[in-house]
């Protein structure tokens, strides 16, 4: 056998690790020959004749024992992140964790490595080099990225589950966009020249405004695509450039329905329970964080038309009982939202809206209730400085038999931050919650 021979797949059937391990089916192979083939996680040769191996082939690892004569050869060509293919035969250990391991007859290089792999990065590397070196993070499974990425892509399932389960019909909204739907300043703009086909374009923000023109389509639409916002401020644990927005749109829906909706999603796609939920209006809020001020000794005082900055969301949260993980807050004044939303018949300076926040977190849904009717819109839009022409379509919507509706976005890599770190990993930002972020500009791939 050479070490560098091409490779055929054995006779014996390869096997996922993890049909192995998980299974604890390995126990039906004792004393049999296996094939297995993935990538060295570790590899340890405690002496001349003795060498120990950790194979991690992506589903599960195992750990397998080169023996003998053969370990000579084979300690200058293993290292970690060498692909190899492995044939041996399987026995119980208690010192593996597994419980198991295989004593290996034959070893074949895949792919072959080198020694440069373990020095790109290690636990304590800065941030920077973490982002330049995560296609090679994501990987080696002790880092835990790829952990968090299968939470995402099983979160993702569940979601498409859930929307079919109740009758929801889910489109594909474009990227590419001629009109703004949250404010200018985190607007990416498209660098085509001159332009697209006459106008400036942009990267889209939300895919609201598409979901709306489906309603009459569909009565409830949802999908699940990038939004881009050019923040300035993406070094924090929860800014992207370039996230992915679940969004849904409802036709005949107030805010109650609303909510009600946005809680019985939350709860089927992320275990939470109804009882972990709270609810309070913007007004109130500012109440109860005056109030805690003043506990403080403290003379400050938050009056009506300040924005909830990050540290006041979670000092709110801290004011609720550590069982609420989840706040909805409504009725935010209207000079803070977007011009779509539908003012508070009660009170119109605040709108019909609610942001869900999420402890730790913060917000990681914007909801509201659409400004259903023609001519206080376009009032707004004009107050905005938006062109209407390039939202003929929106606008077209109130024209032709206009509804009553509500709809939301909910930034999925802030949910998985807080689904990552409730199963226990370690999850410093949104960034390691999407498989390569867009965000400083400093670090992509
Ligand atoms: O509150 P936002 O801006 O709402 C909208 O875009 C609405 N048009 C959505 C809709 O009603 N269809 O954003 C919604 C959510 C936020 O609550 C947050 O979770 C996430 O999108 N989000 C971001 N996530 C990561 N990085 C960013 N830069 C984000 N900006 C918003």
């Not at 198991?100 to 990065?121: A, D, H, N, Y």
């Not at 598409?210 to 999908?223: Q, S």
């Amino acid at each position: 056998m050479t070490y560098f021979e091409c490779f055929v797949m054995d006779d014996t059937a390869h096997v996922d690790l993890s049909t192995l391990v998980d299974l604890g089916a390995l126990s039906k192979y004792i004393g049999q020959e296996v094939s297995v083939a993935g990538w060295i996680t570790r590899q340890h040769a405690p002496g001349s004749k003795l060498m120990f191996i950790d194979l991690f082939d992506g589903t599960g690892s195992i750990q397998l024992v080169i023996k003998g004569a053969m370990v000579k050869p084979y300690r200058k060509l293993l290292f970690e992140q060498t692909c190899v293919s492995a044939r041996g035969q399987v026995e119980a250990d208690s010192r593996s964790l597994s419980g198991f391991c295989m004593q290996l007859e034959r070893v074949q290089i895949v792919g072959p490595g080198s020694g440069e792999f373990t020095k790109l990065f290690n636990s304590d590397s800065d941030s920077l080099t973490k982002m330049q070196q995560r296609h090679n993070l994501i990987r080696d499974p002790t880092t835990g990225q790829a952990q968090i990425l299968r939470l995402r892509a099983s979160l993702e399932g569940r979601i498409y589950r859930w929307f079919e389960e109740q009758g929801w019909i889910k489109v594909s909204p474009p990227a590419i966009v001629t009109g703004q739907c949250e404010g200018g300043a985190t607007l990416f703009p498209l660098a085509i020249k001159p332009d697209y086909f006459g106008k400036p374009a942009y990267l889209t923000q939300s895919s609201q405004f598409y979901l709306e023109t489906v309603v009459p389509a569909f009565k409830r639409v949802w999908c699940l695509e990038k939004s881009f916002r050019a923040e300035p401020h993406c070094d924090t644990p929860r800014h992207l450039c370039e996230y992915t927005h679940l969004e849904g749109e409802l036709g005949f829906c107030d805010l109650v329905g609303l909510m009600e909706h946005l809680t019985s999603l939350v709860c089927a796609i992320a275990d939470f329970k109804p009882d972990q939920f709270a609810q309070v209006t913007y007004r109130q809020a500012l109440e109860l964080l005056n109030r805690d001020q003043r506990e403080q000794g403290t003379d400050v005082e938050y009056s009506f038309g300040l924005d909830l900055t990050d540290s006041m969301e979670r000092r709110l949260m801290e004011l609720y009982p550590d069982k609420v993980q989840l706040l909805f807050v409504t009725h935010y004044p209207k000079a803070l939202k977007s011009f779509y939303m539908k003012p508070d018949p009660a009170d119109p300076e605040q709108v019909l809206c609610c942001d869900l926040l999420l402890r730790g977190v913060g917000e990681v849904v914007g909801a509201s209730v659409r400004e259903d009717q023609l001519e206080p819109l376009i009032e707004r839009m004009k107050a905005e400085g938006l062109d209407l022409d390039s939202y003929a379509y929106y606008l077209d919507l109130r024209r032709f038999g206009s509804c009553p509706h509500a709809g939301y976005g909910l930034g999925l890599e802030r949910l998985i931050k807080y689904l990552g770190e409730r199963a226990g990993l370690t999850v410093r930002s949104v960034r390691e919650c999407c498989l390569y972020p867009r965000s400083t500009g400093r670090a992509y791939q």
